[in-house]
């Protein structure tokens, strides 16, 4: 007969291998949760009216032969929180409010679902069997690179149009809501602002938002690469400018910049905010948008996002751009000579960053 403590260590042995079957199966959530949205079940169960719930059966095609194969995908999403299942026969689901991020409400149409389609690309997901490369060789190319014969991200984005679509989708899907939460909690901080420049502001979009909301900012210079800014539309109040941001930034009251630090190593950080530091005027800050990672490793969501976002930068734009804490990111600003640092959480997954000089 066992002893007591033989058998809670046998159970706490048994829970501990039950875990790891759970990790390593874990690729099921995210290639249920591509197939669902391939298969336009949020749109379908929010279309029904009411966020009605819906069986398999009613989520596909009349006559489908065997629609349990589209519940076993709901019941794993709906163990994840995707989904609510209510039950009875046959089984019936409902979105929940993580499932209905993949609903679009914003005035693009984009969602959080084209960000899951953008990130489960094959192009993608080829880079990461080659995770292990990147520890070995951290200065040689990305695992992305590595996948697709030396080409980076985007420089692949670039030359597959569907691949930059999806990709541009994808921010803007996420980016909606976040600027929206911006203007709503940051509106204050672009007091004295006349002139803004967004880099790294792509078609224009968010500089577009900011001042539709802030009627105090009369010019906008959005900033981007020559070819990007070359495919902007025109906007009101807007001037596309391209150029390098290595090189030199356009002057402004005050800078923008979205997801732009992320990618790039700790000395590119710093030579970008150093441009951005000699385009302004004394007082004049940089308002940077970046995900911040908490310093210390816990088991939450918050920690659980950011930190895997931060391995997904590292396998597939670039193996030493990163996600920071707040103090690596107010020692980047400080090498850049702003004197001035605060960081504002606004949003459960980016932050703000304000820069002064």
Same mark, same amino acid.
């Given at each position: 007969?066992?002893?007591? /403590? ?36 949020? &749109?379908?169960?929010?279309?029904? !009216?009411? $966020? ?15 629609? #349990? ?11 994840? /929180? ?16 993580? !499932? ?7 005035? =693009? ?30 200065? /040689? ?30 921010? #803007? !899907?996420?980016? &909606? ?11 204050? !901080?672009f007091d004295g602002v006349a002139t803004l420049v967004d880099v790294g502001g792509s078609s224009g979009a968010c500089l577009q938002m900011i001042m539709r909301r802030i009627g105090t900012i009369k010019e906008g210079i959005n900033f981007d690469?020559?070819?990007? %800014? ?8 807007? =001037?596309?400018?391209? /150029?390098?941001?290595?090189? =030199? ?13 992320? #990618?790039?190593?700790?000395? &590119?950080? #710093? ?6 530091? $000699?385009? *302004? ?17 816990? =088991? ?12 997904? %930068? ?11 804490? &707040? ?6 600003? *400080? ?23």
């Amino acid at each position: 007969m066992k002893e007591e /403590g033989e058998v809670s260590s046998a159970a706490a042995a048994a829970e501990a291998r039950l875990a790891m079957m759970e990790l390593a199966n874990m690729m099921a959530v995210p290639m249920a949760l591509n197939a669902v949205i391939r298969l336009g079940v949020p &749109e379908a169960i929010w279309a029904a !009216g009411e $966020n009605a719930p819906l069986s398999a059966a009613e989520l596909l095609p009349a006559g489908h032969p065997d629609p #349990t194969v589209l519940e076993r995908l709901l019941r794993v999403l709906a163990s994840r /929180g995707v989904f609510s299942e209510h039950g009875g026969s046959p089984r019936r689901y409902a979105l929940t409010a993580v !499932g209905r991020t993949l609903v679009a409400t914003g005035p =693009s149409g984009a969602s959080y679902a084209d960000y899951v389609l953008q990130h489960h690309q094959d192009a993608l997901v080829a880079a990461w069997p080659r995770l292990h490369e990147a520890v070995l060789d951290p200065t /040689g190319p990305e695992p992305f690179a590595r996948a697709h014969g030396g080409v980076p991200a985007y420089a692949y984005y670039g030359k597959d149009r569907e691949a930059n679509e999806a990709m541009l989708r994808a921010m #803007t !899907g996420v980016s &909606e809501p976040f600027m929206e939460a911006l203007l709503d909690g940051y509106a204050g !901080g672009f007091d004295g602002v006349a002139t803004l420049v967004d880099v790294g502001g792509s078609s224009g979009a968010c500089l577009q938002m900011i001042m539709r909301r802030i009627g105090t900012i009369k010019e906008g210079i959005n900033f981007d690469l020559p070819d990007v %800014v070359a495919a902007a539309p025109p906007i009101a109040g807007v =001037s596309h400018v391209g /150029g390098d941001m290595f090189k =030199s930034i356009p002057s402004g009251d005050a800078i923008f910049m979205k997801w732009v630090l992320t #990618t790039w190593t700790n000395d &590119e950080c #710093t030579a970008i905010l150093k441009n951005c530091y $000699n385009a *302004l005027p004394d007082g004049g800050k940089v308002i940077a948008c970046e995900p911040v990672v908490p310093d210390q490793t816990d =088991s939450s969501v918050r920690t659980r996002a950011l930190l895997e976002n931060d391995i997904f %930068v590292m396998t597939t734009y670039r193996t030493q751009g990163r996600e920071r804490s &707040e103090e690596e990111f107010r020692q980047l600003g *400080l090498a850049a000579g702003f004197s001035g640092f605060k960081a504002i959480y606004l949003d459960p997954f980016y932050a703000v960053l304000e820069y002064t000089k």
